[in-house]
């Protein structure tokens, strides 16, 4: 099965093509453009490396939030103009689950807690075990303070943080977790691709049409205009 794998959900722009659990190409670009202008050029450089064409993709992973609301709609975006034309089935996945199949097949027994900064004093996260190279989920994906955070992985051993916002929470907490290696800590085109393959073959896809992002909360604008409204 070959899958397109996109996550544009925070500060790094990256995708991959994957057959099984093969990586035909892949690319991660930081923020020295704007996701709009490296995701798609990017993505059809990826089709030139792996020899293939749209037309042989079997299904788009895409890492649906949370995440930055701007990076999410961009994502979104691109993954419903590659998808329309072909009805390619599309497979919506967590970012944060996402970030924690960077573990995937490593035979370490760990805790792995991706952290997202959410600002306002709070992480986008969820919990996950890695055991014998499989992950499973301990938890929703939430947004929860960073005391709240430090004092449930407290009670876990092995924790590694991973994430865009790893660093932040590790310095306020620095008793909280280990910092995933570098090389592992950030969101990955072909751990989404992989994931969404796991989801795929689980027939757990949906038209492109019915892709939505995650938020987990309302966006800035929205909250202040709520409050706004509240106080009328």
């Known amino acids: 099965m070959i899958v397109l794998g996109i996550d544009t959900s925070a500060l790094v722009c990256t995708a991959a093509l994957i ?13 020295e453009r704007t996701h709009s ?6 993505i059809l450089e990826l089709f030139q490396k792996g020899c293939l ?66 600002r306002r004093g709070e992480f986008y996260n969820a919990l996950f075990s890695l055991k014998n190279g499989k992950i499973e989920r301990l938890c929703e994906d939430r947004a929860v303070s960073g005391d709240v955070l430090s004092k449930e992985i407290s009670e876990y051993k092995n924790v590694f943080l991973l994430g865009d916002g790893a660093e932040k929470f590790h310095a306020l907490f620095p008793e909280s977790g280990t910092l995933s290696p570098e090389n592992l800590r950030l969101q990955s085109g072909e751990s989404v691709a992989l994931l969404g393959t796991k989801e ?28 706004k409204q509240s106080t009328h």
Not at 19 to 31: C, R, T
Request: glycine share 8%; hydrophobic share 40%.
């Open 53 to 118: 064409s749209l037309a042989e993709v079997d299904a788009i992973a895409l890492a649906c939030g949370p995440g930055s609301f701007t990076g999410l709609r961009i994502g979104l975006a691109t993954v419903k103009g590659l998808a329309v034309s072909r009805q390619i089935p599309c497979v919506p996945v967590s970012t944060l689950e996402a970030l924690a199949y960077r573990f995937y097949g490593k035979e370490e027994e760990l805790v792995l807690c991706p952290v997202m900064d959410a």
């Open 19 to 31: 057959d099984g659990e093969k990586v035909l190409a892949s690319f991660s670009l930081g923020k």
């Open 37 to 42: 202008e490296t995701l798609l050029p990017g």
């Open 200 to 227: 795929a073959m689980n027939q757990n896809t949906v038209p492109c049409e019915k892709l939505s992002p995650r938020y987990l909360r309302l966006p800035q604008a929205e909250r202040e205009w709520l409050a």
